[in-house]
């Protein structure tokens, strides 16, 4: 059975930083796109990035020069490292994987598998 597990989530101030992690048990992995996405309270679930196997990515315009993706196909990891947090950025954070041709986050529906979320607080 597959398994998309997040980690890293947390409470941060205005301007931090905070890294996320996402443990993903498909196989094989680097042939996935894996993808982050987020929804906050009263929205709808958001695209921030997606990374195919050959590293190719795919960022919400929101979240460029300040959120960068990366994956580790060794061990199964993708990471979003997020600095300069804002206020907006708050949401649950979802890792997804999908084994088809696309990479894209302009929408969800592609993706196979998803982790439970971990959550992404930033005060003002």
């Known amino acids: 059975q597959v398994q998309v597990v997040e980690s890293g989530g947390g409470s941060v101030q205005s301007g931090g930083s905070l890294r996320l992690s996402c443990a993903a048990s498909v196989s094989p992995y680097s042939t996935y796109c894996m993808a982050w996405f987020r929804q906050a309270p009263g929205k709808e679930r958001e695209g921030v990035v997606a990374?195919?196997?050959?590293?190719?990515?795919s960022y919400a315009d929101s979240v460029k020069g300040r959120f960068t993706v990366s994956r580790d196909n060794v061990k199964n990891m993708l990471y979003l490292q997020m600095n300069s947090l804002k206020p907006e950025d708050t949401a649950m954070y979802y890792c997804?994987?999908?084994?088809?041709?696309?990479?894209?986050?302009?929408?969800?529906?592609?993706?196979?598998?998803w982790g439970q979320g971990t959550q992404v607080t930033v005060s003002s």
């Open positions: 997804a994987a999908d084994a088809g041709w696309g990479c894209t986050i302009t929408t969800s529906e592609p993706y196979d598998y």
């Open positions: 990374v195919d196997g050959d590293g190719m990515t």
